[in-house]
């Protein structure tokens, strides 16, 4: 039985990563932006709307104007949200065509083509897949509890806590024995269920380990980064680099969000800053997560080049 190797497929992450340095940035900075343009847009909203609830009056036309912000708040961070997924099956497609295909000439990897496609489509399949599994576990789990409720404490609870133990690694579990299917459907420029799956009979063992051991780096990675940010942030802070005096504004009044409004312009060039440097971790930590599945699976497969189906042309 073929087999994969963890290492070999953690080690082509960080090849990608010191390979294409700059496509790993915009990768984290594609990702980073619907966040950024929430932030601005929103910020200014939601001060209009506790403006508004802060007024002590009766007037309906404030309330139904406050009503109308927070509406406004919803639809427009709904519509944020499904660029942000759109822009995920982009990135997360071309992180695994850098991996299968780098020598496919590109900007970044980044395309709009049937590969983004395809992975769209097996990744809703695999999310509608993932959910239904999950109700029924919870009425699984539901029916279990009611059955040993009457067994007393602490027997029940430990059943439960047991249950909900067995519920979560059995998704995580699942997760894994399906994650080839998505790098898959790149390698071979079909929607790859069937391929997908075949790859992975037999690896679900070795797939979970990597998952949980990629789970941990990037957690490492995570408290690493954070604690250097925050660190750096009060050694500024405290020397004077920040002008925290802006939150002293008098024109805050009723809007909590107006005083941070100035400090941002106040201190913009700080942020501007620690806006590069998280897309470019965030560009890491996507790689670090995305890659792995796409070695494993090239190493899986009886070949490791790519079928010669043709598809249309892509737009670069």
Not at 90 to 114: C, H, K, N, W
Not at 126 to 155: C, D, E, K, Q, R
Not at 162 to 186: C, E, K, N, Q, T
Request: hydrophobic share 60%; with cysteine.
């Amino acid at each position: 039985m073929a087999r994969f190797s963890i290492g070999t497929a953690i080690s082509d992450a960080f090849g990608v990563m010191r390979r294409r340095p700059l496509s790993v940035f915009v990768w984290g900075l594609i990702l980073v932006a619907p966040s950024a343009a929430t932030f601005g847009l929103v910020w200014p909203m939601m001060g209009d709307v506790f403006a508004a609830m802060a007024l002590e009056t009766g007037d309906g036309d404030v309330r139904d104007t406050a009503f109308g912000q927070m509406m406004q708040f919803q639809a427009l961070s709904g519509l944020l949200n499904i660029v942000q997924m759109l822009l995920m099956v982009v990135v997360y497609t071309a992180i695994m065509r850098a991996v299968l295909r780098p020598q496919e000439d590109s900007y970044f990897s980044l395309r709009l083509g049937m590969d983004e496609l395809r992975v769209a489509v097996v990744g809703l399949a695999l999310i509608v897949g993932l959910y239904a599994a999950m109700i029924v576990m919870m009425l699984i789990g539901g029916a279990i509890g009611f059955a040993v409720w009457g067994a007393g404490s602490p027997m029940n609870w430990l059943v439960i806590m047991g249950l909900i133990v067995a519920f979560v690694v059995a998704i995580f579990v699942a997760m894994a024995r399906v994650s080839l299917i998505m790098p898959a459907s790149v390698l071979y420029r079909t929607f790859a269920f069937a391929e997908g799956w075949r790859l992975g009979r037999g690896q679900t063992g070795r797939l979970f380990g990597m998952m949980l051991l990629l789970i941990l780096l990037l957690v490492v990675i995570e408290v690493v980064v954070v604690g250097i940010g925050l660190a750096i942030a009060v050694a500024v802070g405290i020397s004077g680099g920040v002008d925290w005096a802006a939150l002293q504004s008098d024109r805050t009044g009723a809007n909590p969000f107006e005083g941070l409004d100035v400090m941002l312009a106040a201190n913009w060039p700080w942020f501007a800053v620690g806006a590069v440097v998280v897309a470019m971790v965030y560009g890491l930590l996507m790689t670090l997560h995305i890659a792995p599945y796409a070695s494993a699976c090239q190493q899986l497969a009886e070949s490791g080049t790519p079928s010669n189906v043709d598809e249309p042309a892509s737009v670069a």
